[in-house]
């Protein structure tokens, strides 16, 4: 494998100049992966049940709301959410691109200016809802 | 030696590689368009189960057609984490078939959890 090494690498971060399609395109890989660990603690909340449930460990799901339900747990969620609303406005512009649509500089930055604006709005309104209905209360 | 190899090997390996490049190219758009409807199903339900205790929560996931999309939601969200995952380890670590490897298990644990979990509380 004496030939792989000079394979260039992709472009690392520091590398660009601001402009808002490198923004959104970092910032739709970060929220990924942030997502990835939400998917854990998804995973985390449905083990809690199952051992709860079948007796193994009775206090598990108490545990696990007492995490996820502190104020430090709320502020995890809420990342997280707002990852997950990016991460679909951000997947949604992808999948234009995807269908070939959209490659004009200004059609791209409109999309990724709006990807960002709606991404934020939404997890905005979920939060507003969640608080004004008691869902959540601090 | 770069042209020796460009004769003897590298045509066979790009073909191998764009067909395996395709699936997963293909993998992540697929699995991201269900995502949209399948993530949507599962924000609604966590909000309706929030603040609302145990017992409610139990209920919801032994109601057979909940456990059935929760399995499905999670092995297209492991599935589409998998690829994702190792599009960033291509793209910063190229040569690392450890990290590779370190995603897949990470992947299937995930997964297992999830899925153990589910299958506890829908037995019990």
Redo the contacts between chains.
Sequence with gaps: MSQTPHRPLSPHLQIWRFHITMFTSILHRATGLALVVGSVLVAAWLLAIGITASGICPQAYTVFLTFAASPLGLLVWFGLSLAAFLHLTGGLRHLVWDLGQGFQLKSANAMSWWGLIGGIVLTIIFWVVLFATGKVVL | ??DS?LRQRSSKDWKTSEKHGAAEWLAE?WT??A??VL?GWA?WSA?GL??QG?EV??AF?KAPVNAGL?ALT?VI??WH?YV??NA?VL??F??SRALKLLNLLFCLV??A??L??????F??
């Design positions: 030696m770069v190899y758009r991201s368009v995502l949209i993530g924000l909000f929030m603040n145990y929560a139990l996931v929760m999670f969200t492991v984490s994702g995952l960033n793209d910063y190229p040569n995930v997964l959890a999830a153990g979990g589910l299958f506890l509380a037995k019990a």
